[in-house]
C-alpha cells in the first residue's frame, strides 16, 4: 500500500491558508502531526484527516480542543 503525503503547500490549497500559516503552526505545536523526511515536511492524508474530524462542528458557539 503506497500512503500519500501531502506537500506543505498542497496542505495549505487544501484549507485555503498561507503555507506560512502551517510553518508556524508546527513551531508551536498545532495542526496535524508531520513527518520531516530529509529536511522536508509532509504530512500523511491519514493524519490530516483525523485533524480535520478533530476539527468538526455542529454550532459556531462549540469549543474545539485540537
Known amino acids: 500500500m503506497n ?3 501531502l ?3 498542497e496542505l495549505a490549497e487544501r484549507w485555503g491558508i498561507n ?3 502551517l510553518e508556524g503552526w508546527r513551531s508551536r505545536g ?9 529536511g522536508r515536511v ?3 492524508i491519514a493524519d490530516v ?12 458557539g ?3 480542543a485540537v
Not at 484527516?49 to 459556531?60: A, F, N, P
Open 49 to 60: 484527516h483525523e485533524y480535520e474530524s478533530k476539527c468538526l462542528r455542529k454550532s459556531t
Open 30 to 38: 498545532i495542526g496535524p502531526d508531520f513527518l520531516k523526511l530529509g
Open 7 to 9: 506537500s506543505q503547500q
Open 62 to 64: 462549540e469549543v474545539v
Open 42 to 44: 509532509v504530512y500523511r
Open 3 to 5: 500512503e500519500r503525503h
Open 19 to 21: 503555507g506560512r500559516t
